[in-house]
């Protein structure tokens, strides 16, 4: 029998429970265990390199290495493009180069990441087997010489691909100090093969899904332009402009097609390598989208990026959104496997970042989420394309000017990894972003104006300068954790994923949509219910119709007044409470005097909606009215324009990173006392710097 006071006892245990349930829970768990990303036993912060021995006497490598060590870099990535090296003839292969660089490596505690070598393939393979090549969209087959000339969806080449991974694994899969793997590189750009076999296989994969050809001609509505088939055979790989049903359906396959290629050599590691060895993917950030890396980096360890700035110098919100972005994959910190050291060779311009900048930016990566960050690369190859990239380590074997810069943001790391050993970036807004929303608005995009980069990046401008940090994450994630969610054009909300959503505000979300929101079903067909389709209803409000602009036009309301370009849409309310929160001004008659945002309270939450591309300052007064509706408030506190403040929660506290990218020296008020970091002192100000940093830890927890 229960007692009475056991009773209450479970009584208040319950209501714990339940409220923690309820109530947004963004720190809740956001330090229960390591991040998959700090590897045991090892330096939470990691620096590192990639680093090339097949291109190089033995004899030098000791030198290198000692420099690597020198320079407090302590991770080393190899043998991604050295398969004619590991197998000079199929089925011969020759590791003992690689274990004795291994070996090497290991005696100045620098930790190995293999990867497979399959974005080069070697050229007795392609001459053996041209059905590996890829075939581009005119018919032209690749040649040997380049990079990422495989063949994706060819079976041959996905069996050598296996054989190669699986030998490497056989012979490093337990060796302890190959901390993991990636697959690949960059993935061919996810660039398809347009050959029979890639035609078949897409078309074995559309009858899979949809089992029979009918569904399929509906979903298509394949009756427009007598685009009915009937049979399989018949569907083509889209080029150009086709059917946005089949567009849509093709960037899925391309999905699979790399997600499943991975998987081959993912499952070939795994048969043979030890658990503790992580298993990733180099991807390219935010910008890059020909597949859904949602999908892709679903059977990852973690995710890691290529963070390159090319032209110019560090944006940090256009890094930072794709820090965020990577980082949402998974919800879980990342690696930048690659960035570069001071300037590139593919870029219009290949300035180098400047002085201080390329440590400004190392900071700047963990302060989004980053747990190792490695220049590519550490000494160019005498001959090849990218014989004038940036280096660590010029042709003649000495440093460069940046390595000073390098060695002292990489002693840093090594001084700081207890203090960011288990933290995680914790944010209360996100961010929605939805790979294949972003193709359909792209392959109709209505007006050539519409950038959805340039929306995205104002509200998280607008958001970040309020919140200090933002999630980017899929639409389809719990998203309770989240007191503000904003989807800045959210563009296919079918049923299922609008259900996910009206419970989000239901227990207490605000939701705020941006134009085009739910004009489409998961087939790309339009929705036979207004903008925003299923989520109409709770809204209280629809969209009547869409207007692609010539020239902004005026709106003003409770947000404040300003413009709206590029796109306007009409919204009428239907619900009594539905309020309107801005008008537009005079435009083309039909947007006259007509609201412009809505906002209705459901549930416990609210939701909101965004018709028209904001000018910078109504994007400003609407993200000050919905972090406010929302309760959001700044991890750190104000900080003086050009300082970015961000944060990462961990056992211990909060670690706050401010970077100064500023051109002035500027002083920052700290909220509270803490503790420097960098120079070991408890203060309640710091001084930064152009690229000035300050790592500074609180033992408060937001
Ligand atoms: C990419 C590749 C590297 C190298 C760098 C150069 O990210 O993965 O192999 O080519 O670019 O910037």
Not at 103 to 109: N, Q
Not at 319 to 347: C, Y
Not at 523 to 544: K, S
């Amino acid at each position: 029998m229960v007692s009475a006071r056991m009773g209450s006892f479970w009584c208040a245990v319950l209501v714990i429970l339940a409220a923690s349930l309820l109530i947004p829970t963004s720190f809740a768990d956001s330090s229960q265990q390591a991040p998959p990303t700090q590897l045991p036993g090892r330096n939470a912060l990691l620096m590192g390199t990639d680093w090339y021995p097949e291109q190089w006497p033995e004899e030098r490598w000791e030198t290198d290495l000692q420099m690597m060590g020198a320079a407090h870099l302590n991770v080393a990535r190899l043998a991604e493009f050295a398969w004619s090296k590991m197998e000079p003839e199929q089925g011969r292969f020759q590791f003992d180069w690689l274990e004795r660089a291994i070996r090497a490596a290991e005696k100045h505690h620098i930790a190995i990441v293999l990867g497979t070598p399959t974005a080069a393939p070697p050229a007795w393979l392609t001459q053996k087997y041209p059905e590996t090549l890829r075939v581009d969209e005119n018919g032209r087959r690749a040649v040997h010489g380049n990079r990422a000339h495989g063949s994706v969806t060819s079976f041959k080449y996905r069996e050598l691909c296996h054989r190669i991974a699986e030998e490497m694994a056989k012979r490093f899969g337990h060796d302890p100090n190959v901390v993991g793997w990636q697959i690949d590189n960059e993935y061919g750009y996810s660039l398809m093969s347009h050959n029979d076999e890639a035609r078949q296989q897409f078309q074995q994969w559309l009858k899979a899904k949809y089992k029979m050809l009918d569904a399929l001609n509906e979903h298509w509505t394949t009756s427009y332009w007598s685009q009915t088939y009937d049979n399989w055979e018949e569907i083509p790989i889209p080029l150009g402009e086709n059917n946005p049903g089949l567009m849509l359906e093709w960037q899925r396959f391309v999905t699979y097609a790399w997600t499943s290629y991975q998987q081959n050599q993912i499952d070939a590691i795994r048969a043979h390598a030890d658990e503790r060895q992580f298993i990733t993917g180099n991807f390219m950030g935010y910008g890059f989208d020909p597949f859904d890396h949602f999908v892709i980096t679903k059977p990852l360890t973690f995710v890691a990026w290529d963070d390159y700035v090319g032209t110019g110098h560090l944006d940090p919100d256009t890094n930072g959104i794709s820090h965020d972005a990577m980082r949402g994959l998974k919800r879980e910190n990342f690696w930048v496997i690659e960035t570069q050291p001071g300037f590139v060779n593919w870029a219009p311009v290949n300035n180098s970042l400047n002085k201080g900048e390329v440590r400004a930016m190392a900071w700047h990566d963990v302060g989004h989420g980053a747990d190792e960050v490695s220049y590519w690369q550490w000494r160019s190859a005498l001959n090849g394309q990218e014989e004038i990239h940036g280096t660590l380590v010029a042709p003649d074997g000495k440093p460069v000017p940046l390595r000073e810069e390098v060695a002292r943001t990489a002693k840093e790391f090594a001084d700081l990894q207890a203090a960011f050993r288990d933290t995680r970036v914790v944010s209360e807004v996100a961010l929605l972003q939805d790979y294949e929303s972003r193709w359909a608005i792209n392959w109709q995009k209505h007006t050539d104006k519409y950038d959805q980069f340039a929306v995205l990046k104002s509200w998280y401008h607008a958001l970040r300068k309020i919140s200090q940090s933002i999630d980017i994450v899929s639409p389809d994630v719990p998203l309770e954790r989240y007191k503000l969610v904003v989807a800045p054009d959210l563009y296919l909300i079918p049923k299922e994923r609008a259900g996910h959503l009206a419970e989000y505000v239901k227990n207490g979300g605000h939701l705020v949509l941006g134009p085009r929101s739910g004009l489409k079903d998961e087939f790309n067909a339009l929705l036979t219910t207004r903008q925003p389709g299923y989520l109409g209803e709770p809204l209280g409000a629809q969209v009547e119709q869409y207007y692609a602009l010539e020239k902004a036009i005026p709106a003003s309301g409770t947000l404040g007044s300003g413009d709206v370009s590029v796109w306007a849409e009409l919204l009428k309310t239907a619900a009594p409470d539905a309020e309107v929160l801005l008008k537009y001004g005079k435009s083309n008659g039909w947007l006259d005097g007509q609201p412009a945002v809505v906002t209705r309270k459901v549930g416990r939450g609210r939701i909101t909606y965004v018709g028209g591309v904001l000018s910078d300052g109504l994007v400003e007064g609407a993200a000050l009215w919905m972090t406010k509706a929302s309760g959001v408030a700044a991890a750190f506190g104000p900080v003086p324009d050009g300082i970015e403040a961000s944060h990462r929660v961990g056992p211990n506290g909060t670690v706050f990173v401010l970077v100064n990218f500023g051109a002035e020296t500027q002083t920052v008020a700290l909220p509270r006392e803490m503790q420097s970091l960098l120079d070991q002192r408890k203060t309640k100000e710091v001084q930064l710097p152009q690229y000035g940093v300050a790592i500074l830890s609180d033992s408060k927890k937001p």
